[in-house]
């Protein structure tokens, strides 16, 4: 019999493996009761620490440009008007601080 016991763990790329925590988690824990050297298992937990924390840091910045993105797609879609769009857009530079080059000004 061929593996899978972790979901194919071991052929994960970057884009895969953001879906794979709990075989991470298995794996880490595996490797523990195998008593393995240390860093086999710490270094998986900390794939799993960085896909945590990773994730945590795009939500936030998905949820700050939410209601951008939502003014963009809503302009582009013929749903809001261009100036509505503009709006969110200053908005969201005022909100980040960012040096804004207002228009007609």
Not at 21 to 50: I, K
Not at 63 to 68: A, F, I, S, T
Request: hydrophobic share 35%.
């Amino acid at each position: 019999m061929s593996g899978g016991s972790y979901n194919y763990l071991c052929h994960a790329e970057p884009d895969t493996i953001l879906n794979k925590r709990e075989d991470l988690q298995s794996m880490a824990e595996r490797l523990n009761e195998l008593g393995s050297p240390v860093t086999a298992a710490v270094d998986t937990y900390s794939v799993l620490l960085l896909i945590t924390q990773f994730e945590a840091q795009v939500k936030d910045m998905i949820d700050k440009l939410e209601p951008v993105w939502r003014a963009v797609e809503w302009c582009d879609s013929g749903d809001m008007g261009k100036d509505d769009m503009e709006k969110a857009i200053l908005e969201y530079s005022r909100s980040r601080k960012l040096p804004i080059e207002e228009k007609g000004e």
